[in-house]
């Protein structure tokens, strides 16, 4: 038995196979390094395994690493932001700066100790902006 190899999890932990092994056990499975090869990103992901191989690169415990598996099939595109999420984030710091009394547009998120009103209130609001412009 090779001393990497625990495909229950039963002495490691979490199913741990030496590297390069997982696939004859589990083509699912993927490190990060492998993902990101393949524009996927482990994002949401949970660790469903580990691969172990000894090195000698200085810093290592016992001269042994380690790399968390994730599964392929759930992993999701590395996207840095899509259009849809750009637009909900953009809506999202636009309600955050809207006053909920007037509806004015102010440049600063507006706190919700206030209930995200303007900051002295909505009377007074038109001269604390003509004084701020
Ligand atoms: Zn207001």
Redesign the pocket.
């Known amino acids: 038995m090779h001393p990497f190899l625990d495909p229950t999890g039963e002495r490691f932990g979490v199913p741990t196979f030496p590297w390069g092994w997982s696939r004859f056990f589990d083509a699912d499975l993927r490190t990060k390094a492998q993902l990101r090869a393949e524009g996927l990103s482990i994002a949401g992901l949970e660790v469903v395994g580990q691969v172990k191989w000894r090195s000698n690169r200085a810093g290592n415990i016992g001269g042994v690493r380690t790399a968390n598996l994730y599964r392929r099939s759930l992993a999701r595109p590395v996207r840095p932001l899509s259009p849809a999420r750009e637009r909900s984030l953009a809506r999202a710091y636009l309600a955050r700066c809207t006053?909920s009394?007037?509806g004015?547009l102010w440049d600063v998120c507006l706190p919700t100790s206030n209930g995200r009103?303007?900051p002295t209130g909505?009377a007074n609001?038109d001269e604390l902006l003509a004084v701020a412009a």
Do not use: K, L
């Open positions: 006053c009394g007037c004015r009103m303007c909505c609001a």
